[in-house]
DNA sequence: AATCGATGTCATAAA
DNA sequence: GTTTTATGACATCGA
């Protein structure tokens, strides 16, 4: 329990430094996509391929570049949070797998046996596993069942994986391909290791590369293919292709096996190291995924976490309470009888044993807490027991073959001779028999519960099919959760920040230039710049705001405060209008066509119009931007009519008010998408709780029938005082309210029992 | 021509 | 009371 709970811990600081870092990568991308522009298409490759649905590529597409050159920076702004969000997800989904695997290998390096000793290789070497066992056709029937059931999500967590893995890397080499060379150059391939390692590090595994892509790579070195804008989406295809290679292999789902093996890899170190360490480490990655047949790899770390911590609190408790199951049977709990016991944390083991990855990490303590039951079955077989505890158990069990593995328990328990006997009378129906009677009453509720499950349709499978459809829907709202800086606020430190930072005064024309003032920096433009006003002083502030999210993190610095691509296109334009080099499809289409002048104004904002057909001495942007002091000062400096000083107010005021919408609809937009984010949360959490739900009622089925037999058992050897035993058709047990149990002849009620105890003793068997 | 999304603007309330 | 901000409603523009 210390163990799991320092892991847990670890854990948790880990993954929050993997956020960080895939924040960073995020950022990076919107670096990327701002740094070059014409390269949206390709760039809308790493968009996607951080997200998981096609509602995610429209929204990005939406908000993103390509559509209208105006929105530029808000859009901008959202797409980095959209992206950044997704990413946080994602990593709890998918591409984190591969970083967490490395964060835990290298702290867990004490006790991890094989992958400890290589650091950052690591993630090779887990991912190789996978690798290796998804293409493996040897890979065993039970690994292959098990992963069968969440392929698809696999399937598409691998797909983003990897195409968030190459996607950017498509564009960073962008650049380079357009310097000149097409061909994948020496450097080029350096450059895209240089690249891999960098998605390495940012979380995407390296095996990515390697196994599929690198193939491919190098396949295309000798052809030579064109690079422009095609390249993004070769990239995204070959990438596809690369996953639906493994797909194509029979349907065994392996398609996405390979990398959402990466996933559960950590956890099943872990549980290796907790519970087997016997285990072949190329199997490590796969027998997971049959523990959680469902899809439940899909939940996030942090549930997964809840998860071992509800276990773990709930042995603590069953660990605490002598009888969990007596007291819940109706049981006073004074009883001795510790087969109850026994029952209780073995069957309530068993669920969270059967399907939870996870959980098998809380094995240890569990198999502390009863060891008798389960392992010495599970020594006796050499298979590894994580998977197949239940299985095993049974098919050892003598003679018992029931189908619920826990009449294994009765094999335990019952002497062999009394075995074969108490297995006929289990396959009779003994229900009646009061202590079914007991368990039914407690029960029945659940089992109601789970009938009413079933109705619903949440069979296991449909469970997993829910999770991967939550999990889907994950996608949708992946970048909805909550970004780090609130729009307001951030807001209002942008304004000035936007100022200071590094674009702002260059291509004022109607000498803003001269201005040093922070705030007045940023209105620097003015009419020069027109029609791109808004955008231009939109990215600056966006650009500022969102480094200012990710100050704490160091490789984003560069990055964020280059927005030197702006500079370019306002200052060029603003120093000679006609030049089309705008990136904006109004300036294209006007520049063309129409005069200077004309075209100055055609960009210019009708207040910048205004402005300047009254003569207004000062920029727009200042009007709007400055403090009200400076401002003050400003208006006072200048003589200026009523009707100048009239439009100065109303420029401030619908400047200031246009701020204050495009805030507005952001914030509109980012309660909207967390609102997504909480009802894909919630709705993935109804389907946690019912999965989980029907595994107690499982559970508890099996303790019911192990009730049964007990009950059998017990009553098969109850001798009357002449020796002989009591027809069961006769004489039933009944259980009181104090704990005794007692045998009553049958018809006679609960009432009656003090009337005629033939026999009362207490169940001492254990 | 109709539609839609993005954006700007106005009016108004609230801070 | 003034200024700023937030937001609904409407207008406009471009696709």
Not at 74 to 93: A, E, H
Not at 153 to 163: F, G
Not at 556 to 579: G, K, Q, R
Request: proline share 7%; glycine share 6%.
């Amino acid at each position: 329990m210390l163990y799991l709970k320092k892991y847990f811990t670890e854990g948790l600081i880990q993954f929050t430094i993997l956020l960080s870092l895939l924040g960073v990568r995020v950022d990076v991308d919107s670096y990327l996509s701002n740094q070059l522009p014409p390269l949206r298409e390709i760039i809308l490759g790493p968009s996607s391929a951080y997200t998981q649905t096609q509602f995610h590529n429209l929204r990005n597409t939406l908000d993103g570049y390509g559509i209208h050159p105006k929105s530029v920076d808000l859009d901008q702004f959202f797409t980095t949070r959209r992206l950044l969000n997704q990413v946080r997800q994602l990593d709890r989904l998918s591409v984190p797998s591969t970083e967490l695997n490395a964060w835990l290998v290298h702290r867990d390096s004490e006790t991890v046996v094989s992958t400890s000793s290589q650091p950052s290789p690591s993630i090779t070497l887990d991912n190789g596993g996978g690798l290796e066992d998804v293409n493996n056709p040897d890979a065993t029937p039970a690994m292959r069942g098990g992963s069968v059931g969440t392929e698809s999500t696999y399937n598409l967590n691998a797909e983003d994986s990897s195409l968030g893995a190459v996607a950017p890397e498509g564009n960073q080499e962008q650049p380079g391909s357009r310097d000149g060379n097409d061909d994948l150059s020496k450097e080029d391939i350096d450059l895209i290791d240089i690249l891999w390692r960098q998605d390495i590090d940012l979380g995407a595994g390296r095996e990515v590369f390697n196994y599929s892509n690198r193939q491919k790579e190098s396949e295309e070195e000798e052809k030579p293919s064109p690079r422009e804008n095609k390249d993004g989406n070769e990239e995204q295809e070959r990438w596809r292709n690369g996953v639906n290679l493994q797909g194509a292999q029979p349907v065994d789902g392996e398609t996405g096996e390979s990398i959402p093996e990466q996933f559960p890899a950590p956890v099943v170190v872990t549980a290796e190291i907790v519970s087997n360490e016997e285990v072949p480490s190329t199997s490590q990655g796969l027998p997971l995924a049959p523990l959680r047949p469902t899809g439940e790899t899909q939940l996030d770390l942090e549930q997964q976490w809840q998860d071992i911590m509800a276990i773990m609190e709930l042995q603590a408790m069953e660990v605490n309470s002598s009888s969990p199951n007596s007291s819940s049977s109706s049981d006073s709990g004074t009883t001795d009888s510790n087969s109850v016991v026994n029952f209780g944390l073995s069957t309530r083991s068993t669920p969270v044993n059967q399907d939870v990855s996870l959980h098998q990490a809380s094995l240890p303590s569990c198999s502390q807490d009863f060891p008798p039951i389960f392992y010495p079955q599970v020594d006796s077989t050499t298979t590894p027991p994580r998977t197949t505890m239940l299985r095993l158990s049974s098919s050892n069990s003598s003679s018992i073959n029931s189908t619920f593995g826990a009449t294994n328990l009765t094999g335990i328990f019952i002497p062999p001779h009394v075995n074969s006997s108490s297995t006929n009378i289990t396959s009779t129906p003994i229900l009646p028999d009061p202590f079914s009677n007991l368990l039914e009453e407690s029960m029945l509720d659940e089992i109601s519960l789970l009938d009413l499950a079933m109705e619903e349709g949440f069979s296991q499978a449909q469970a997993s099919q829910l999770e991967e459809e939550l999990d889907s829907d994950s996608g949708l709202s992946l970048d909805s959760s909550h970004s780090p800086a609130s729009p307001s606020s951030s807001e209002t430190s942008c304004s000035s920040a936007a100022s200071s930072s590094s674009t702002s005064a260059t291509f004022s024309e109607e000498g803003a230039v001269g201005y040093s003032t922070d705030s007045e920096v940023a209105t620097a433009e003015e009419g020069a710049v027109g029609g791109y006003q808004p955008g231009y002083s939109k990215l600056c502030r966006m650009s500022y705001q969102n480094p200012s999210q990710f100050h704490g993190l160091p490789q984003l610095d560069n990055i964020s405060h280059n927005h030197t691509y702006n500079l370019p296109l306002s200052s060029v334009f603003a120093e000679d209008p006609e030049l089309p080099i705008s990136s904006g499809k109004k300036a294209m289409k006007h520049s063309k066509l129409q005069p200077p002048q004309d075209l100055y104004d055609k960009h210019s904002s009708r207040d910048e119009r205004r402005a300047r057909s009254m003569k207004i001495p000062f920029s727009n942007e200042k009007i709007i931007n400055l403090p009200v002091e400076e401002f003050n000062e400003l208006l006072a400096k200048h003589h200026l009519s009523e009707g100048q000083l009239a439009l100065i107010r109303d420029i401030r005021r619908r400047g200031k008010n246009k701020m204050a919408a495009q805030n507005c609809r952001k914030r509109k937009l980012d309660t909207i998408i967390n609102l997504e984010q909480g009802v894909h949360d919630l709705r993935r959490n109804k389907g946690r709780l019912l999965k989980e739900k029907m595994e107690f009622i499982r559970s508890i089925r099996q303790m019911k029938q192990k009730m049964q037999s007990l009950y059998q058992e017990v009553f098969t050897q109850l001798r009357d005082e002449e020796g002989r035993p009591y027809p069961p058709s006769e004489y039933s047990l009944q259980y009181s309210a104090d704990g005794s149990v007692l045998i009553m002849p049958r018809g006679v009620t609960t009432a009656e029992q003090h009337r005629k105890p033939e026999k009362k003793q207490k169940d001492k068997k254990k």
